[in-house]
């Protein structure tokens, strides 16, 4: 188990967009557990890999129903619209309202490299399209309104 550090707000690695992994190694195994660590040690429920500083297309997301690991995650389908709260641990201490869509259908791969598909709605699917903005460097103080700190 190793739990890394959470790269904050004004790293460059947030801002890229991640690379798709072509491949799915033991190296990349141990990535995704390790990400798993990471976010639960922080009480998160999700984490993208640019979050531990690696520029690849990985997620991790628990939103209350286990978890879930997708690597090369692409939204396929989007419908509705809900605004809601969120915060991101690498944007620690601040929270906005953020208007996403309501329903997604993502698809990714396990790390086993079989192909899953997510019917997501409500709070899982925030989570899970959070995460990937990540991977297209947005945070979600991008999108955001009445962005403020919390103490
Ligand atoms: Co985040």
Not at 5 to 33: M, Q
Not at 140 to 146: E, G, L, P, Q, R
């Amino acid at each position: 188990m190793a739990v890394y550090n959470i790269v904050e707000t004004g790293d460059d690695v947030l801002r890229e967009i991640a690379r798709e992994v072509p491949k799915i190694t033991s190296n990349i195994v141990k990535l995704l557990i390790n990400m798993r660590d990471t976010m639960y040690a922080n009480k998160g429920v999700g984490l993208a890999a640019p979050q531990v500083g690696v520029s690849k297309r990985i997620i991790v997301v628990d939103a209350g129903d286990g978890l879930i690991e997708l690597i090369n995650p692409v939204i396929c389908e989007a419908s509705g619209e809900e605004t809601d709260t969120e915060g991101c641990l690498s944007v620690p201490e601040w929270m906005g309202d953020v208007s996403r869509p309501a329903k997604v259908v993502v698809k990714g791969l396990d790390r086993n490299g079989r192909e899953l598909e997510i019917n997501a709605a409500g709070f899982l699917a925030r989570v899970l399209q959070h995460e990937i903005d990540h991977l297209e460097g947005i945070l979600f103080t991008d999108k955001a309104i009445n962005v403020r700190r919390i103490k």
